[in-house]
């Protein structure tokens, strides 16, 4: 069964700073890696998807980054922002119907 | 142009009695999802419609939790007989399956369930 798991749980930084946010998979069959932002009480905004054959995906000062040979993600956020503050949840789609498998998440807090 | 729309966005019921919760997708997507999230779960999917059948209902967690959608579009989710442990955000995404490994799903802002 695929397990999906997002370290730290939690993370502070100060404005300006890059923020680094990490996945790990167990299975690397998966056909793709999507990113959201999840904002307190609210649903989920997608942020990025990563196909399986592709390495990494940009949207402004956001990129994410794909091995599946390590099973792992990353997003990097350039300069963050206090609007920026919210939890990251990634999600690895583990079979053909779309089914996503979702890491518990990072809350970031990022400070004026 | 318009989300996915869930409704109703909160929800409080008493333990024993059925609830419906509803979904709108995106127009023109073909596959609908449900998932629960709890504090102690997490994110879970539930089930999943390609049009109007649902090719995997493998998330739902017992016989009190059916689903369906009609039109290819709209979907509703019943819980009957409500338990405390029901209580959660229900998420409802949408997508537009152009191959499997392009499948972004959108989701709702979900119906916050509690049950008493």
């Known amino acids: 069964k695929q397990e999906v798991t997002q370290i730290p749980a939690a993370l502070s930084v100060p404005e300006g700073e890059n923020l680094v946010l990490n996945c790990s998979f167990t299975?690397?069959?998966?056909?793709?890696l999507q990113w959201f932002r999840q904002d307190p009480g609210k649903g989920l905004t997608s942020l990025l998807l990563i196909q399986s054959s592709q390495r990494e995906q940009t949207s402004g000062r956001l990129n994410a980054s794909l091995d599946k040979s390590s099973g792992r993600s990353t997003l990097y956020i350039a300069a963050s922002q206090p609007g920026d503050s919210a939890t990251y949840l990634c999600?690895?789609?583990?079979?053909?119907?779309?089914?996503?498998?979702f890491g518990a998440g990072t809350q970031v807090v990022v400070t004026p | 142009g318009a989300g996915v729309s869930q409704s109703p966005s909160n929800k409080v019921t008493e333990k024993g009695k059925d609830v419906e919760l509803r979904c709108d997708p995106i127009s023109g997507h073909t596959a609908l999802y449900w998932y629960r999230q709890s504090l102690g779960q997490g994110l879970e999917f539930l089930i999943y419609f390609q049009g109007n059948s649902a090719p995997d209902k493998s998330g739902l967690p017992s016989d009190r939790f059916s689903a369906e959608r009609t039109g290819g579009s709209v979907s509703t989710l019943t819980i009957q007989r409500t338990q405390q442990e029901d209580s959660a955000v229900y998420l409802c995404a949408s997508s537009l399956v152009v191959s499997a490994s392009a499948n972004e799903q959108f989701f709702g802002p979900g119906t916050r369930l509690t049950v008493l």
């Open positions: 299975d690397s069959a998966i056909y793709n």
């Open positions: 999600a690895a789609s583990t079979d053909s119907w779309g089914k996503l498998q």
